[in-house]
């Protein structure tokens, strides 16, 4: 093996470990997170995968389902003496 291999081995070794280091540097151990599950749920529906109309639905079922919830705690506090 002449010098000239082994030197330009070598600089394209170093050069792997530190794109590999800065690259193992720039990602955090924690993956970035939504402010709650409903702000998920509401993402997912909006975007285009697979199964998004379905969350998108289960989200407007869920939606009516705590406002009736609301109308008619409302309305048992108003019956209570």
């Known amino acids: ?35 709650s599950e409903a702000a998920r749920d509401s993402a997912i529906a909006e975007s285009a995968v697979p199964g998004a109309s379905g969350v998108r639905s289960a989200l407007s079922v869920a939606d009516s389902a705590e406002v009736r919830r609301a109308r008619e705690d409302s309305l048992a506090a108003a019956a209570d003496p």
Do not use: K, N, Q
């Open 1 to 35: 093996m002449s010098l000239r291999y082994r030197e330009r081995h070598m600089r394209i070794g170093t050069l792997a470990l530190v794109v590999g280091l800065g690259i193992a540097a720039g990602c955090g151990s924690e993956a970035p997170e939504f402010r």
